[in-house]
């Protein structure tokens, strides 16, 4: 009982159907996601509280669901189905060629024209010319007593568009899934001149694939020579910098870093962001325990000059809350700290402390505390990356535009011509097979037909040897087909 | 001071080349209504010096710019009318029986190019993650798909006014209606495959500048959806014979996708498409 079932399972599995419905899941998946605000946007939170069943079927984060990877899987071994199947066919016996053109010569209802006796060895070459005007090349050939035939293709490797295609699919969604299983991604705001590394400092954010569990670099790294590059409309035209990294060895590798041109040191792929701004250092003195503790605020850069940098943030170890208004230059408005100032504003619970501006490497007293403004540079936003299975999905790209330029430039086609004697006459026939615009197929027989009848038939020679005139305008035999009756289906 | 006389003189030539398309629109209508060859070839003649101005206004808007036109509504919106127009003379060179398609091409042409010269004609600078082969690529791509689907739709509409109108001798000069409908699949084959080039080097350019090659961006989705409808249609064609009719309506609503993700959908939704293109 389980054979006939799995052997139907397997019929509707891999049918027609099942690629329509594939194509019309991921129509529905897409749909979702822009119709439904997605996790990380500003809605999740609103349709969650009102349309918790959305959060509960996944439909907040559809492009990481269970529907979503269960209908890749499904893809894939479609995909893998149809790559079989069109591999099995595509490898079959050339003689293929050969039975479909004597088929399509067979079910011609007329030969194309007559040709005397004389005529019969000049048409063949003649017509091979022709063909070959057409990019059409010899394939095969048969002869016997009473029947020439030739068999002609062009774009013949244009048959494997359709599996060069589906194959680069099938590549680009396992290298999608593998990327969603395994990929690490980690983002930190490097200060210029410091050295960063995992192992002391923790990533800024991080993405992490189903099965990856921490993402550790092996090496540390310092951004010097950071350069923030504005246009005349004062937007920010290039970010680059001189990136150091230094590996287990202690060695030291120079790379420079711009947006658009990553680094890849050690399997990982480091990007210049566009997030950058000022690193505003503030040392707390603490004239009891006569410590002192060093804290980084890092300040987004401001759309124009002439606004000031902007952020706020708890000073650690204390009860301090810090406002800040950075001025990279008090006296005028520029981007570069020429003459650095912050306005600061400090509370303590809620209530006001310290309101005023205070210059680079100026202090102020807090309690018990002394507060220096003591180190300013630059920060920068850099992305890390590792495993993201881009390379099958650049082979994936590639191999699926090579198919589908193959599929509808270079559609392969077939040409089949007879020389047979028939009642002591000999005729000539002509047949085509293509997969697609077979209507083109049928102009191009037409226009080498009649290019071979002006090249052969005189009324001269169809008197001498009492030959009909064919039928049909066109001379060719076969009745012209209208438009109302070309559509099945219809 | 030159600068501000170029872009002057670019202006004007701008209008001018809309002009020569607004005309040879006018002599394709008057072709196609009165079924006059005249007709057909003195639209012909105009489009192609209407692009020969249009050229020159690019080009000037290139070297005043010191970039391509492809930044803001202004270019965009120029430079794909001018690679649609192109790319429908230089096939009818050799497909000689789509001339009458010229209206259904020039129409948007010219709508579209007199709507990107009311935008502000400001220059915007090339944001350093511009400079890339693969944006060049896929801003190229984008054009050719959507002239690709604009033919194809051309086919497909006509193809409908046909069929519902076999028997009037008006439509008996037009293409029979296999031919349309052949035509109308290959053009669409043809954009199936600028806009699978288009999203390839769409996402290879992100990864480029971003380290991500696929974000689920708005954009992103829905130049997939667009795709994916393209990719139902062949296959209800190869497997159902989705032909004539169903088929039409089928591309129609593919270009109308195709159309709402390149210049509705960055209107509406915050993409980085919106502030650097459109």
């Keep these: 009982m389980l054979r006939p079932l799995s052997k139907y399972g397997t019929k509707y599995l891999f049918s027609a159907k099942a690629v329509i419905f594939s194509f019309i899941l991921l129509l529905i998946f897409c749909l979702i996601g822009v119709l439904i605000p997605q996790k990380g946007a500003v809605g999740p939170q609103e349709w969650k509280a009102s349309y918790t069943w959305l959060h509960t079927l996944q439909f907040t984060s559809i492009y990481s669901s269970v529907w979503f990877l269960l209908t890749a899987l499904f893809l894939v071994i479609l995909l893998t189905h149809t790559l079989y199947i069109q591999f099995k066919q595509l490898i079959r016996d050339p003689g293929e060629i050969e039975k479909r053109g004597r088929a399509r010569l067979q079910n011609q209802s007329e030969p194309s024209f007559p040709v005397s006796h004389d005529q019969k060895n000049q048409i063949i070459p003649e017509a091979i010319k022709i063909a070959r005007t057409y990019g059409y090349r010899l394939f095969r050939e048969s002869s016997s007593s009473t029947e020439r035939l030739l068999f002609f293709t062009r774009n013949r490797f244009g048959r494997w568009g359709s599996w060069i295609f589906h194959l680069g699919l099938l590549l680009i969604i396992l290298g999608s899934i593998w990327g969603f299983t395994f990929r690490k991604r980690g983002f930190q705001q490097i200060i210029q001149n410091e050295l960063f590394s995992t192992k002391e400092q923790p990533w800024l954010s991080k993405n992490l694939g189903l099965l990856a569990r921490q993402f550790i670099l092996d090496f540390q790294l310092k951004v010097t020579d950071f350069q923030p590059v504005y246009g005349e409309n004062d937007k920010i035209k290039d970010l680059s910098s001189q990136v150091s990294l230094i590996d287990q060895q202690g060695k030291t590798h120079e790379h420079p870093l711009a947006i658009g041109q990553p680094i890849s040191f050690q399997g990982i792929t480091i990007y210049q962001s566009f997030d950058y701004g000022y690193s505003l250092g503030f040392t707390l003195f603490d004239h009891n325990t006569k410590t002192q503790t060093l804290t980084n605020f890092c300040l987004d850069a401001a759309t124009r000059k002439e606004l000031p940098l902007v952020g706020q943030s708890d000073l650690p170890k204390t009860d301090y809350h810090l406002h800040m208004e950075f001025h990279p230059d008090l006296l005028k408005p520029s981007r570069t700290a020429d003459c650095p100032g912050v306005d600061l504003l400090i509370t303590k619970n809620e209530q006001p402390v310290f309101k005023g501006t205070v210059l680079y490497s100026q202090g102020l007293n807090l309690g018990r505390h002394r507060l220096v403004f003591s180190s300013l540079d630059y920060w920068t936003g850099l992305a890390f990356v590792k495993n993201q299975g881009i390379s099958l999905v650049k082979i994936g790209f590639f191999l699926t535009i090579l198919g589908l330029g193959l599929l509808y430039f270079l559609p392969p086609e077939e040409l089949y011509l007879s020389l047979s004697s028939r009642d002591s006459l000999w005729y000539f026939s002509l047949a085509g097979w293509t997969k697609r615009y077979s209507p083109f197929l049928e102009q191009r027989l037409h226009e080498i037909t009649e290019k071979a009848q002006n090249f052969f038939m005189s009324p001269k020679a169809a008197n001498e040897n009492k030959l009909e005139q064919p039928k049909g305008e066109t001379g060719l035999g076969k009745p012209k087909q209208t438009d109302e009756t070309t559509y099945p289906g219809e | ?278």
């Design chain 2, 1 to 278: 001071m030159f600068g501000i006389k170029l872009l002057s003189f670019e202006l004007a030539i701008h209008w001018l080349s809309v002009i020569l398309y607004v005309v040879s629109f006018v002599f394709f209508v008057c072709g196609f209504i009165f079924q006059q060859e005249r007709g057909f070839r003195g639209g012909t003649y105009l489009a192609w010096t209407g692009l020969l101005v249009h050229s020159l206004a690019l080009i000037l808007r290139w070297l005043a710019a010191g970039h391509g036109p492809y930044l803001a509504k202004y270019e965009g919106y120029s430079s794909f009318a001018w690679v649609v127009v192109l790319m429908f003379l230089l096939i009818i060179i050799k497909k000689k029986e789509l001339t009458g398609l010229g209206m259904f091409i020039l129409a948007p042409c010219f709508f579209l190019m007199a709507i990107g010269l009311m935008a502000d004609q400001a220059i915007q600078q090339v944001p350093s993650t511009f400079r890339s082969i693969w944006l060049v690529i896929h801003i190229g791509f984008t054009k050719l798909a959507l002239g690709s689907l604009l033919i194809s739709l051309g086919c497909a509409v006509l193809y409908l006014f046909k069929k519902k109108n076999l028997t009037k001798p008006f439509y008996e000069k037009i293409p029979s209606l296999k031919l349309l409908d052949i035509y109308s699949y290959q053009f669409a084959g043809f954009g199936f495959v600028f806009w699978t080039i288009t999203i390839a080097a769409g996402a290879l350019w992100a990864n480029q500048s971003w380290g991500r090659y696929w974000g689920w961006d708005p954009i992103e989705t829905w130049s997939l959806i667009t795709w994916l409808l393209l990719g139902f249609y062949f296959h209800m064609r190869r497997f159902f014979y989705w032909r004539g009719r169903r088929a039409a309506y089928l591309i129609i609503l593919c270009f109308a996708l195709s159309l709402m993700t390149i210049f509705f959908i960055p209107l509406v939704l915050n993409t980085i498409h919106v502030e650097f293109f459109l």
